[in-house]
């Protein structure tokens, strides 16, 4: 059975949304999905899924506050605690089963409510082993950054370019909180944060709401004439331990991805794909998660990046909605904004971002420091 995206919701990607509540937020992005997708939750929508976790929204059991926004009241609803890719997921299999025909997944960030933002990230630490030392959890990021330059002999001048590339596609869209014309060398002159990674090579949180129709290929037809299909999807996890993962490759990447294209039927991503949105939350994690996802090989991504290959007119654009440096760290909403700008891409409503000719995307997603958890999704047009 085919499972096709139908509606597309999202609301503007900013650093803080005091004019609204995190309930406004789901409720704008719910209603432009709806509205896309020519959907009455009431009746149309057979399954809700938010995917959420506690620590960031402050309270328990969150589905328990979700249904009076997205018109799921005594409807089916639940959580997905993890990325929104993995809700995206769960809406497929649902669907899978035959019974449900239509589901809806939602994911969102509000960042700027949170004041400890930093020490929920490292409340995720191993309380034994590596909370104790007291460092900043972006500091694995640095020793993982450090690890992956050394082994791949990647410059640092290509963590640049992916800042530089990031920030200027992200002056292109309109939902963008960072788009900025930045060039390298203001890249390589910030303040150096966790070395090698320096404040520009660190998305910046953000507040905002994706929410996604997907449907069964029956009601897909039936609500809408050309849907987005997922063709293939996957996710999985590497160590939860810091010391018995890998630093070098993100296995988690290449494990989801050899599963979505084991379902979409693809034996070589390089050549089978069009364009890639993917998990950029801090600079090195774009080649590394190209490198493992199969699209680039093991050392080429940052050569490819400074050649200009990655770029809206390169071989193989990456990132054209300004991922998470240009639009904004909205955490466990990251891997479904991903899928939705694959989405708007392949229907050719990107608008002044749109690319030429474009029939297969691919979004990635990790759920970030400190995990090693990741989904991606193959979605394709036509047959």
């Given amino acids: 059975m085919r499972v096709g995206i139908i509606g597309i919701g999202m609301t503007a990607f900013r650093p803080s949304t005091p004019e609204s509540s995190w309930k406004e937020l789901m409720f704008e992005g719910a209603a432009r999905a709806y509205a896309d997708a020519g959907v009455d939750p009431r009746t149309d929508v057979d399954s809700f899924i938010t995917c959420s976790e506690d620590y960031y929204e402050g309270f328990g059991i969150f589905d328990e506050f979700v249904p009076d926004q997205l018109g799921a009241v005594l409807r089916p609803t639940c959580t997905v605690t993890g990325d929104g890719l993995q809700g995206l997921a769960n809406a497929f299999m649902q669907i899978q089963t035959g019974l449900m025909d239509v589901a809806v997944v939602e994911a969102h960030s509000k ?67 960072y788009g900025a014309n930045v060039d390298e060398d203001q890249v390589t002159r910030s303040e150096e944060r966790f070395a090698p990674l320096r404040t520009l090579d660190v998305s910046r949180p953000a507040d905002g709401c994706i929410v996604l129709v997907v449907a069964s290929e029956r009601a897909a037809r039936k609500f809408h004439a050309d849907p987005v299909w ?9 160590s939860p331990s810091l010391e018995t993962r890998d630093w070098v490759e993100a296995t988690y990447a290449r494990m989801a991805a050899e599963m979505a294209y084991r379902l979409a039927k693809i034996r070589r991503a390089a050549t089978a794909i069009d364009f890639a949105e993917i998990d950029d939350r801090f600079s090195y994690k774009e080649l590394q998660h190209l490198e493992a996802i199969g ?19 390169g071989r193989l654009p ?25 989405a708007l891409q392949l229907r050719g409503d ?34």
């Fill in 230 to 238: 997922i063709r293939g999807i996957g996710w999985a996890s590497d």
């Fill in 111 to 177: 960042a700027s409510d949170i004041l400890t933002l930093d020490g929920v990230i490292e409340h995720a630490l191993d309380p034994i082993w590596n909370k104790p030392l007291g460092m900043h959890p972006f500091v694995i990021a640095g020793l993982e950054a450090d690890a992956y330059l050394r082994a791949t002999r990647t410059s640092t001048k290509a963590l640049a370019a992916v800042v530089s590339k990031n920030r200027r596609n992200g002056l292109r869209n309109p939902l963008a909180a």
């Fill in 318 to 342: 990456v990132n054209v909605s300004g991922g998470s440096i240009g639009c904004g760290n909205v955490f466990e909403a990251t891997g479904l904004h991903r899928a939705a700008e694959v």
């Fill in 295 to 313: 699209l680039a090989r093991k050392g080429d991504a940052g050569k490819c990046i400074r050649k200009g290959e990655y770029g809206p007119e």
């Fill in 350 to 383: 990107a608008g002044s971002r749109q690319l030429d000719g474009v029939k297969v995307g691919v979004a990635q997603a990790w759920r970030f420091v400190p995990s090693a958890t990741g989904a991606v999704a193959v979605l394709g047009v036509g047959q």
